[in-house]
């Protein structure tokens, strides 16, 4: 290895020119689970691709919550784009050295879009809640243009927050061990193997599971405390249950991508996981929704149902129109 050193008047610095992603230990056949992992990549594009294709033809969602689930899907496209593609370049192909730019900026790509998955899901929960907390004036607090600079903060938020906490490794000097205990650049085993103070990204590690983790969820949770109550206040059970199947697919959106990421810190603080089994289970946390939240929210919706029904009306009604 080949390291850049640069010495101070006390100390000295070293910056390695690469890490070495660990991955995986002593699993036989386990090239097949990253073969998985690539057809889940490929059905994460088709049906991302396909769910922003309609929101973008269909007239009828060109409304502030199709935004924020166009959003979404930008976010869910990106996330998967930058951790699995590389995921399987470094084990399927043994690639697993990479340059310390390299892993530096895929640590950053990955961060930032996970952060505004979370932060969508919010920005979801704030819609559902005012359309039934304040149904009167919905149209009026949730317009397209309040939720497109929601967005705009919300992005601004996140690229400056990951920018900060991925700087934050460029003080560290790495003397030791550079192999990374993952399965892509992550920043808890890459900050870990410095041997200089790393108080500072040990906070910003806290800061950041805090922003993606605690403190959407207990928005989320608290806005649906509130949703339950004025569902209790509506007179009828017919109105009742229309407007509690508006919030179906957020919710399970909310439990794919948060139950298992929970869970995951759970077990890690009260008991030991192997980490091969840590892997896998921050892996599919990491990709399986990205997959799945186009699929649930067009199987789930119906407008957006009706918006595929009437495309495709409108295609074949084409196609027949050029055949005659």
Same mark, same amino acid.
């Given at each position: 290895m080949s390291d850049s050193v640069l010495v101070s008047s006390n100390a000295t610095f070293v910056r390695p020119s690469y890490f070495y992603i660990n991955g995986f230990e002593n699993i036989p056949h386990i090239k097949y689970y990253y073969v998985f992992l690539g057809l889940v990549y490929a059905v994460t594009v088709l049906a991302n691709s396909f @769910?922003? #294709? +309609? /929101?973008? $033809?269909a007239r009828n969602l060109h409304t502030a919550k199709y935004v924020v689930i166009f959003n979404l899907a930008v976010t869910d496209l990106c996330g998967s784009t930058a951790l699995i593609p590389k995921l399987i370049e470094t084990f399927l192909f043994e690639k697993q050295y990479i340059s310390y730019e390299a892993c530096l900026s895929s640590m950053f790509f990955v961060y930032v879009f996970m952060t505004m998955?979370?932060?969508?899901?919010? #920005?979801?929960?704030?819609? =559902? %809640? +005012? &359309? /039934?907390? %304040?149904? $009167?004036r919905y149209h009026v607090i949730v317009t397209r243009t309040a939720m497109v600079m929601i967005l705009v903060v919300l992005w601004l938020f996140t690229l400056a927050l990951i920018s900060f906490t991925v700087s934050l490794i460029t003080r560290l000097s790495f003397c030791g061990s550079l192999v990374i205990k993952s399965f892509f650049c992550d920043h808890g085993p890459t900050y870990a193997l410095s041997c200089n103070n790393n108080s500072l990204n040990n906070i910003m590690a806290w800061v950041c599971f805090l922003v993606v983790m605690c403190i959407p969820i207990v928005l989320i949770v608290l806005t649906y405390f509130c949703i339950a /109550?004025? $569902? /209790? =206040? @509506? &007179? #009828?059970?017919e109105e009742r249950g229309k407007a509690m199947r508006t919030c179906t697919s957020h919710l399970i959106l909310v439990a794919i991508f948060y139950l298992p990421m929970v869970g995951n810190n759970i077990a890690a603080v009260v008991s030991y996981i192997h980490p091969n089994a840590r892997i896998i289970n921050n892996s599919l946390t990491q990709t399986l929704p990205s997959m799945l939240n186009p699929i649930i929210y067009s199987l789930r919706t119906e407008e957006v149902m009706d918006a595929i029904r009437k495309l495709y009306k409108r295609s074949t009604g084409k196609l027949n129109t050029i055949r005659s």
């Amino acid at each position: 290895m080949s390291d850049s050193v640069l010495v101070s008047s006390n100390a000295t610095f070293v910056r390695p020119s690469y890490f070495y992603i660990n991955g995986f230990e002593n699993i036989p056949h386990i090239k097949y689970y990253y073969v998985f992992l690539g057809l889940v990549y490929a059905v994460t594009v088709l049906a991302n691709s396909f @769910i922003m #294709t +309609v /929101i973008y $033809l269909a007239r009828n969602l060109h409304t502030a919550k199709y935004v924020v689930i166009f959003n979404l899907a930008v976010t869910d496209l990106c996330g998967s784009t930058a951790l699995i593609p590389k995921l399987i370049e470094t084990f399927l192909f043994e690639k697993q050295y990479i340059s310390y730019e390299a892993c530096l900026s895929s640590m950053f790509f990955v961060y930032v879009f996970m952060t505004m998955q979370s932060l969508s899901l919010l #920005t979801l929960a704030y819609d =559902r %809640f +005012v &359309a /039934i907390v %304040f149904p $009167l004036r919905y149209h009026v607090i949730v317009t397209r243009t309040a939720m497109v600079m929601i967005l705009v903060v919300l992005w601004l938020f996140t690229l400056a927050l990951i920018s900060f906490t991925v700087s934050l490794i460029t003080r560290l000097s790495f003397c030791g061990s550079l192999v990374i205990k993952s399965f892509f650049c992550d920043h808890g085993p890459t900050y870990a193997l410095s041997c200089n103070n790393n108080s500072l990204n040990n906070i910003m590690a806290w800061v950041c599971f805090l922003v993606v983790m605690c403190i959407p969820i207990v928005l989320i949770v608290l806005t649906y405390f509130c949703i339950a /109550i004025a $569902l /209790i =206040r @509506i &007179a #009828t059970g017919e109105e009742r249950g229309k407007a509690m199947r508006t919030c179906t697919s957020h919710l399970i959106l909310v439990a794919i991508f948060y139950l298992p990421m929970v869970g995951n810190n759970i077990a890690a603080v009260v008991s030991y996981i192997h980490p091969n089994a840590r892997i896998i289970n921050n892996s599919l946390t990491q990709t399986l929704p990205s997959m799945l939240n186009p699929i649930i929210y067009s199987l789930r919706t119906e407008e957006v149902m009706d918006a595929i029904r009437k495309l495709y009306k409108r295609s074949t009604g084409k196609l027949n129109t050029i055949r005659s």
